[in-house]
């Protein structure tokens, strides 16, 4: 059962209808097709109704949404049924078919045709070449097939002319492998003759309008439908088909099948020789019968590639054998005209039956071998004409509607038999229901010595002039009693019989009058052996091999052939056995209207099909007690939210006892049967009011899923985040510890090394060490220093740490700081520096010593001095520990000039070689000098100088307290650091702006910048 659809579309399957009666059946048939819904189920039979119009439905999508799916899990179509076919082959490897029945123009051959495209598009996933070749040529042989066996009639464009059942067969992997077609009984008459509207086989025109100029003039035929005799008695060539484009179609389908050229050609021969032979016509002359065209006669002997003479005769004499004896008789022109009808239906029909066999040989499988392939499965479709009124019924519609009848009786049996064996399989109690059983009429025809095809045959048997009406007679004498035949003998005041002319089948389907005449003609199917032999003599290959039993000798020829109607019969009796022996699914279609109309519903010959497939009789056998059934599993699985037992897993022994709960729960058991393994519902109502429960569940259920679903994904994150956040803390420490691992590997012995370690390079710290490996690199620096400083001798100490403020204010900014040597501070009190005057230097630092009371002299040397003026002058300067001297050298070194140290602010140096410095002081008159006559001459001294001071300031800031209060003018020093608000001498603004210093020094001061180097930048 679909469940899939809502209820707008009308109910998917029919067995849900609420009270089984026709009105109900036939307003859901007609909901559902005015809403474009053209299929419905009958349980596992689908009904469908002839749209009339293209429907997007069959495309590669809808394809992919049924493959693989159950008959309930998507609304009705007819792929469901194509693939619960072949999934019933595949899985259980068992044989199946696809019955379609319906009357004509109901849409089976289409049908047919789409289950056909469906199976090819699911199988073969792996795209074997082998399978596709297959594929396509079953596909392909669809067109050849319906070039020469199909029709326009008047109910149906593209009316398949004959019966035809084909067996697809899969290898175990369900590929198909080959095939195999048969064809039933074609409507050969309609070679020679045709009703009012309808036309010849499309082949006739295709080859007439289609084919090209050459090749016409070849077959010397012209492209004028009109102009032969055969194909012209309906009147009309055209049709919604366009012949021309599929005369290229079939030309290339024969091509791609398999066909050989000579075979092609033999086949527009064949056609063109019927074409003629219509227009042959014979005349009495005397005694002798003459053709009247003769020339017709050497044409057609050269297309069927033998003599003229030998046409002539076949067409005019019969060869009888009396006795020993073989003379030859002539025909009247009566009997050549029959016998040249027969010749061109039969040459028609063999061609037809040629064709299959080709078909045939080129799809059959091959080389199959079941120990290596495993088991070969088949899949059969049958696609046969359907019940047939028309207002002249002869034997073809008996036949026709004969076969109507096997199947439904077919139908009947299984349907009733797979139900009653579900039956039994489920353990539930059978009850009889109430169906028309067709197997009376089934009887009627076919049964031994009292069935009508046997009267006829007997009349055909009969020697002597039997004539039609001697047969009806016949029917009337055994027949009288039977309840569904009558005729007008039997039934004097029914007015719609002929007497001496029609009887009526009352069939299942509906009351066919037939008229008797031509029944024994058609029945014996004469066709002279003179034309079995003059086929046979033809040089063409192919022709010959058409007609095998043309070899027989005349006098050989003795045994009747089997009647038509006893050869349908018997092709009837083996299709349905061949049937019965498979898995069966029905399709029954129905024709909306007799107008092509997409729009119209003809609700009386809706109806009436309706009734005569025996729709309602299915509805009621599947409906017997059951309106539904599921499988207990499948069942819970759809309906399990509705109790608080089954929702969402029950906690019972089986699911038979889950649903049992279920059942009671919703208070149903009243309404229900248990099977075996399925759940038997009564009443579709109950269903419903399933289906509704099911449908307000869900609403919360769909919240529910969704709240567990965002539960789950929140949970989900936040695992994932804290796995994350995990592997990045080990992470981490991971490489901490490494990191803090190699450091002490690498400086596990620092202590023993000569460098104590200087040289081991370091680790990279990881990010979040920055700041600690910064700190161990000061802690180690820290170590490193006082080990260095450790191994100084104390009396270096102070210059060491001259060296080290040197550096910390000169670094980088000045050339040679003068490290290597040692610095000697006092200058001018070394014979080196000073050879001449170092007494005269002595005895003055000793008064100033006396006087100013330092405590140490720390640097002293000869300078040149420059004023504001620029004038230079020769001059010494001595630093001590508390002042600042200006001496003049030439005098003895008279203090010219006593800057305490506390005034001054700082100093300037550049970065260049010179050895200029300038001390700034508190009262913004800064001492600008160069250091000069030293020894070496080169001796660069400003390392050292500003070292010396930097160092002492820092020294007595750390241990002098008093020494506070200069710092407390900073603040001042700051901003005459700037030298925005300097309002001393030009050059000292100069300098402090970093200009060039624009005077006449021993060393060019132009390349150099200058470092100022402020008392607090000392400490
Ligand atoms: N499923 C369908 N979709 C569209 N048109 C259809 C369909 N089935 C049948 N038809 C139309 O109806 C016509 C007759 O169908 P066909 O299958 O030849 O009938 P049948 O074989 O029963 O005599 C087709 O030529 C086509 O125009
Ligand atoms: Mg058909």
Same mark, same amino acid.
């Given at each position: 059962?679909?469940?899939?659809?809502?209820?707008?579309?009308?109910?998917?399957?029919?067995?849900?209808?609420?009270?089984?009666?026709?009105?109900?059946?036939?307003?859901?048939?007609?909901?559902?097709?005015?809403?474009?819904?053209?299929?419905?189920?009958?349980?596992?039979?689908?009904?469908?109704?002839?749209?009339?119009?293209?429907?997007?439905?069959?495309?590669?999508?809808?394809?992919?949404?049924?493959?693989?799916?159950?008959?309930?899990?998507?609304?009705?179509?007819?792929?469901?049924?194509?693939?619960?076919?072949?999934?019933?082959?595949?899985?259980?490897?068992?044989?199946?078919?696809?019955?379609?029945?319906?009357?004509?123009?109901?849409?089976?051959?289409?049908?047919?045709?789409?289950?056909?495209?469906?199976? $090819?598009?699911?199988?073969?996933?792996? &795209?074997? &070449?082998?399978?596709?070749?297959?594929?396509?040529?079953?596909?392909?042989?669809?067109?050849?097939?319906?070039?020469?066996?199909?029709?326009?009639?008047?109910?149906?464009?593209?009316?398949?002319?004959?019966?035809?059942?084909?067996?697809?067969?899969?290898?175990?992997?369900?590929?198909?492998?080959?095939?195999?077609?048969?064809?039933?009984?074609?409507?050969?008459?309609?070679?020679?003759?045709?009703?009012?509207?309808?036309?010849?086989?499309?082949?006739?025109? &295709?080859?007439?309008?289609?084919?090209?100029?050459?090749?016409?003039?070849?077959?010397?035929?012209?492209?004028?439908?009109?102009?032969?005799?055969?194909?012209?008695?309906?009147?009309?060539?055209?049709?919604?088909?366009?012949?021309? $484009?599929?005369?290229?179609?079939?030309?290339?389908?024969?091509?791609?099948?398999?066909?050989?050229?000579?075979?092609?050609?033999? +086949?527009?021969?064949?056609?063109?020789?019927?074409?003629?032979?219509?227009?042959?016509?014979?005349?009495?002359?005397?005694?002798?019968?003459?053709?009247?065209?003769?020339?017709?006669?050497?044409?057609?002997?050269?297309?069927?590639?033998?003599?003229?003479?030998?046409?002539?005769?076949?067409?005019?004499?019969?060869?009888?054998?009396?006795?020993?004896?073989?003379?030859?008789?002539?025909?009247?022109?009566?009997?050549?005209?029959?016998?040249?009808?027969?010749?061109?239906?039969?040459?028609?029909?063999?061609?037809? %039956?040629?064709?299959?066999?080709?078909?045939?040989?080129? =799809?059959? +499988?091959?080389?199959?071998?079941?120990?290596?392939?495993?088991?070969?499965?088949?899949?059969?479709?049958?696609?046969?004409?359907?019940?047939?009124?028309?207002?002249?019924?002869?034997?073809?519609?008996?036949?026709?509607?004969?076969?109507?009848?096997?199947?439904?009786?077919?139908?009947?049996?299984?349907?009733?038999?797979?139900?009653?064996?579900?039956?039994?399989?489920?353990?539930?109690?059978?009850?009889?229901?109430?169906?028309?059983?067709?197997?009376?009429?089934?009887?009627?025809?076919?049964?031994?010595?009292?069935?009508? =095809?046997?009267?006829?045959?007997?009349?055909?048997?009969?020697?002597?002039?039997?004539?039609?009406?001697?047969?009806?007679?016949?029917?009337?004498?055994?027949?009288?009693?039977?309840?569904?035949?009558?005729?007008?003998?039997?039934?004097?005041?029914?007015?719609?019989?002929?007497?001496?002319?029609?009887?009526?089948?009352?069939?299942?389907?509906?009351?066919?009058?037939?008229?008797?005449?031509?029944?024994?003609?058609?029945?014996?199917?004469?066709?002279?052996?003179?034309?079995?032999?003059?086929?046979?003599?033809?040089?063409?290959?192919?022709?010959?091999?058409?007609?095998?039993?043309?070899?027989?000798?005349?006098?050989?020829?003795?045994?009747?052939?089997?009647?038509?109607?006893?050869?349908?019969?018997?092709?009837?009796?083996?299709?349905?056995?061949?049937?019965?022996?498979?898995?069966?699914?029905?399709?029954? %279609?129905?024709?909306?209207?007799?107008?092509?109309?997409?729009?119209?519903?003809?609700?009386?010959?809706?109806?009436?099909?309706?009734?005569?497939?025996?729709?309602?009789?299915?509805?009621?056998?599947?409906?017997?007690?059951?309106?539904?059934?599921?499988?207990?599993?499948?069942?819970?699985?759809?309906?399990?939210?509705?109790?608080?037992?089954?929702?969402?897993?029950?906690?019972?022994?089986?699911?038979?006892?889950?649903?049992?709960?279920?059942?009671? %729960?919703?208070?149903?058991?009243?309404?229900?049967?248990?099977?075996?393994?399925?759940?038997?519902?009564?009443?579709?109502?109950?269903?419903?009011?399933?289906?509704?429960?099911?449908?307000?569940?869900?609403?919360?259920?769909?919240?529910?899923?969704?709240?567990?679903?965002?539960?789950?994904?929140?949970?989900?994150?936040?695992?994932?985040?804290?796995?994350?956040?995990?592997?990045?803390?080990?992470?981490?420490?991971?490489?901490?510890?490494?990191?803090?691992?190699?450091?002490?590997?690498?400086?596990?012995?620092?202590?023993?090394?000569?460098?104590?370690?200087?040289?081991?390079?370091?680790?990279?710290?990881?990010?979040?060490?920055?700041?600690?490996?910064?700190?161990?690199?000061?802690?180690?620096?820290?170590?490193?220093?006082?080990?260095?400083?450790?191994? +100084?001798?104390?009396?270096?100490?102070?210059?060491?740490?001259?060296?080290?403020?040197?550096?910390?204010?000169?670094?980088?900014?000045?050339?040679?700081?003068?490290?290597?040597?040692?610095?000697?501070?006092?200058?001018?009190?070394?014979?080196?520096?000073?050879?001449?005057?170092?007494?005269?230097?002595? $005895?003055?630092?000793?008064?100033?010593?006396?006087?100013?009371?330092?405590?140490?002299?720390?640097?002293?040397?000869?300078?040149?001095?420059?004023?504001?003026?620029?004038?230079?002058?020769?001059?010494?300067?001595?630093?001590?520990?508390?002042?600042?001297?200006?001496?003049?050298?030439?005098?003895?070194?008279?203090?010219?000039?006593?800057?305490?140290?506390?005034?001054?602010?700082?100093?300037? +140096?550049?970065?260049?070689?010179? &050895?200029?410095?300038?001390?700034?002081?508190?009262?913004?008159?800064?001492?600008?000098? %160069?250091?000069?006559?030293?020894?070496?001459?080169?001796?660069?001294?400003?390392?050292?100088?500003?070292?010396?001071?930097?160092?002492?300031?820092?020294?007595?800031?750390?241990?002098?307290?008093?020494?506070?209060?200069?710092?407390?003018?900073?603040?001042?020093?700051?901003?005459?650091?700037?030298?925005?608000?300097?309002?001393?001498?030009?050059?000292?603004?100069?300098?402090?702006?970093?200009?060039?210093?624009?005077?006449?020094?021993?060393?060019?001061?132009?390349?150099?910048?200058?470092?100022?180097?402020?008392?607090?930048?000392?400490?």
């Amino acid at each position: 059962m679909a469940e899939q659809e809502s209820l707008e579309f009308g109910k998917a399957d029919f067995v849900l209808m609420d009270t089984i009666n026709v009105t109900e059946f036939m307003a859901n048939l007609k909901l559902r097709f005015e809403k474009g819904r053209i299929y419905t189920y009958i349980g596992e039979v689908i009904v469908s109704v002839n749209p009339y119009r293209p429907m997007n439905i069959y495309g590669k999508d809808t394809i992919e949404q049924y493959k693989g799916r159950e008959l309930y899990e998507r609304p009705p179509h007819l792929f469901a049924i194509a693939d619960a076919t072949y999934k019933a082959m595949k899985r259980r490897s068992k044989d199946t078919c696809i019955v379609i029945s319906g009357e004509s123009g109901a849409g089976k051959t289409e049908a047919s045709k789409y289950i056909m495209q469906f199976i $090819a598009a699911i199988t073969n996933p792996s &795209q074997r &070449q082998e399978v596709e070749r297959v594929k396509n040529m079953l596909l392909k042989s669809n067109c050849v097939l319906e070039a020469f066996g199909n029709a326009k009639t008047n109910r149906n464009d593209n009316s398949s002319r004959f019966g035809k059942y084909m067996d697809i067969n899969f290898d175990f992997k369900g590929d198909p492998i080959g095939g195999h077609i048969i064809n039933y009984l074609l409507e050969k008459s309609r070679v020679i003759v045709q009703q009012r509207g309808e036309r010849s086989f499309h082949s006739f025109y &295709q080859l007439l309008l289609g084919g090209p100029e050459k090749l016409l003039r070849s077959l010397y035929i012209e492209k004028n439908a009109a102009a032969y005799n055969f194909i012209k008695s309906g009147g009309v060539v055209k049709s919604a088909i366009n012949d021309t $484009a599929h005369f290229n179609l079939v030309a290339d389908a024969m091509k791609v099948i398999g066909f050989t050229a000579d075979e092609i050609q033999t +086949v527009y021969k064949i056609i063109a020789t019927i074409l003629h032979l219509g227009n042959l016509k014979f005349s009495m002359d005397g005694d002798s019968t003459l053709i009247e065209s003769s020339k017709l006669v050497s044409v057609i002997a050269e297309l069927l590639s033998t003599k003229t003479d030998a046409v002539e005769k076949a067409l005019l004499y019969r060869t009888v054998a009396t006795g020993r004896d073989v003379i030859d008789k002539q025909h009247t022109d009566q009997e050549a005209s029959y016998g040249r009808d027969a010749f061109a239906k039969a040459i028609y029909d063999r061609l037809f %039956c040629w064709i299959v066999n080709r078909i045939n040989d080129i =799809i059959e +499988v091959k080389n199959y071998d079941a120990r290596i392939h495993g088991k070969n499965t088949v899949i059969g479709v049958l696609d046969i004409y359907g019940f047939e009124i028309f207002d002249n019924n002869s034997l073809e519609q008996f036949c026709i509607n004969y076969c109507n009848e096997k199947l439904q009786q077919l139908f009947i049996q299984l349907v009733l038999k797979q139900e009653q064996e579900e039956y039994q399989r489920e353990g539930i109690p059978w009850r009889h229901i109430d169906y028309f059983n067709n197997q009376i009429i089934v009887d009627l025809v076919e049964q031994q010595h009292k069935g009508i =095809i046997s009267i006829l045959d007997d009349a055909c048997v009969n020697v002597g002039k039997v004539t039609d009406k001697m047969f009806l007679e016949a029917l009337n004498t055994k027949l009288q009693k039977h309840a569904h035949f009558s005729s007008r003998k039997l039934c004097a005041s029914d007015k719609t019989l002929e007497f001496e002319r029609d009887f009526r089948i009352k069939h299942y389907a509906g009351h066919v009058v037939y008229s008797v005449v031509g029944f024994i003609d058609k029945n014996k199917d004469t066709l002279f052996q003179d034309f079995k032999r003059l086929m046979y003599n033809s040089s063409n290959p192919v022709l010959k091999n058409m007609w095998p039993e043309g070899k027989l000798s005349i006098t050989e020829v003795t045994k009747r052939p089997l009647t038509a109607a006893t050869l349908f019969k018997n092709s009837m009796i083996a299709l349905v056995e061949n049937l019965e022996s498979k898995e069966p699914y029905y399709v029954r %279609c129905i024709k909306p209207n007799d107008q092509k109309s997409p729009l119209l519903f003809d609700e009386y010959r809706c109806q009436h099909q309706v009734e005569y497939l025996g729709l309602m009789e299915n509805v009621r056998v599947r409906r017997a007690g059951f309106a539904y059934r599921q499988t207990y599993e499948r069942f819970l699985q759809r309906y399990k939210m509705i109790s608080e037992f089954t929702w969402p897993n029950h906690d019972m022994r089986s699911d038979q006892e889950a649903v049992k709960k279920l059942v009671e %729960c919703g208070e149903f058991q009243h309404d229900v049967a248990y099977g075996k393994t399925k759940l038997f519902i009564r009443t579709p109502k109950t269903l419903f009011t399933l289906e509704e429960r099911r449908t307000r569940m869900i609403e919360r259920i769909v919240l529910f899923l969704q709240k567990v679903w965002r539960g789950t994904l929140a949970r989900l994150r936040y695992k994932r985040t804290r796995a994350v956040s995990i592997i990045i803390n080990h992470y981490r420490r991971y490489k901490v510890k490494s990191y803090i691992r190699e450091v002490g590997r690498r400086f596990q012995s620092v202590g023993t090394m000569k460098d104590y370690g200087k040289h081991v390079k370091w680790p990279t710290p990881p990010k979040i060490l920055r700041k600690f490996d910064e700190t161990l690199h000061s802690v180690y620096q820290r170590w490193r220093a006082f080990l260095l400083i450790r191994s +100084v001798p104390p009396a270096d100490l102070p210059q060491v740490k001259a060296k080290v403020a040197a550096l910390e204010n000169l670094k980088g900014q000045r050339g040679d700081l003068g490290f290597q040597r040692s610095w000697e501070g006092n200058y001018l009190a070394t014979k080196r520096d000073n050879p001449q005057m170092t007494p005269a230097f002595s $005895a003055r630092a000793n008064e100033l010593k006396r006087k100013d009371k330092y405590m140490s002299p720390l640097f002293s040397s000869h300078v040149r001095k420059i004023n504001r003026f620029n004038k230079s002058e020769d001059r010494a300067i001595f630093i001590t520990d508390r002042h600042l001297y200006k001496l003049d050298p030439m005098k003895q070194y008279q203090v010219m000039k006593t800057i305490p140290l506390y005034n001054v602010t700082g100093m300037s +140096v550049s970065t260049g070689k010179d &050895q200029l410095v300038v001390f700034h002081t508190k009262e913004n008159k800064d001492l600008i000098v %160069c250091l000069h006559k030293m020894e070496p001459a080169n001796e660069n001294r400003i390392g050292e100088l500003v070292g010396v001071v930097a160092n002492h300031f820092r020294r007595d800031n750390n241990c002098r307290g008093g020494f506070f209060f200069f710092f407390g003018l900073a603040s001042r020093t700051k901003i005459y650091g700037g030298g925005k608000k300097s309002t001393s001498a030009t050059l000292t603004t100069k300098i402090l702006v970093n200009k060039v210093l624009n005077c006449n020094w021993p060393i060019s001061p132009t390349s150099a910048t200058w470092k100022k180097v402020r008392k607090d930048t000392f400490r």
